[in-house]
């Protein structure tokens, strides 16, 4: 059964840096297609970044490209995403997702199979 589990989040300030991770059990790590969306009250679950099986292939939500990196690690199963200069408006639920065929549109919520349960992320001014 495949598993993914969030960890890491908490409350920060704004400009301060923050890296979540998530552990991906069942299948095979590195057939996944892995990313992050997030969630914040009253608005629509948004795409925050995406990586390809292997490492190959980096997508971005425009509002985080630059501040935002995302990494896998196949030995351990697990991926990252590392949060710079983080702002107020960064303040969601993050999950991690998988899906294990490959998509087109890695940026589209609907196109995965996985997720996780989220991690609350908090940025004070």
């Known amino acids: 059964q495949d598993q993914l589990v969030e960890s890491g989040g908490g409350s920060v300030q704004a400009g301060d840096s923050l890296r979540i991770s998530c552990a991906v059990s069942?299948?095979?790590?590195?057939?996944?297609?892995l990313g992050w969306f997030r969630q914040a009250p009253g608005l629509e679950r948004e795409f925050v970044a995406a990586i390809r099986r292997f490492g190959v292939g980096l997508y971005y939500g425009e509002s985080v490209k630059g501040r935002f990196t995302i990494s896998r690690n196949n030995a351990e199963s697990a991926l990252y995403l590392q949060m710079n200069s983080l702002k107020p408006e960064d303040t969601a639920v993050y999950y991690c997702?998988?899906?294990?065929?490959?998509?087109?549109?890695?940026?589209?919520?609907?196109?995965?199979?996985?997720w996780g349960q989220g991690t609350q992320v908090t940025v004070s001014s």
């Open positions: 069942g299948r095979t790590f590195s057939s996944y297609l």
């Open positions: 997702a998988a899906r294990d065929a490959y998509t087109d549109v890695p940026w589209r919520s609907e196109e995965y199979d996985y």
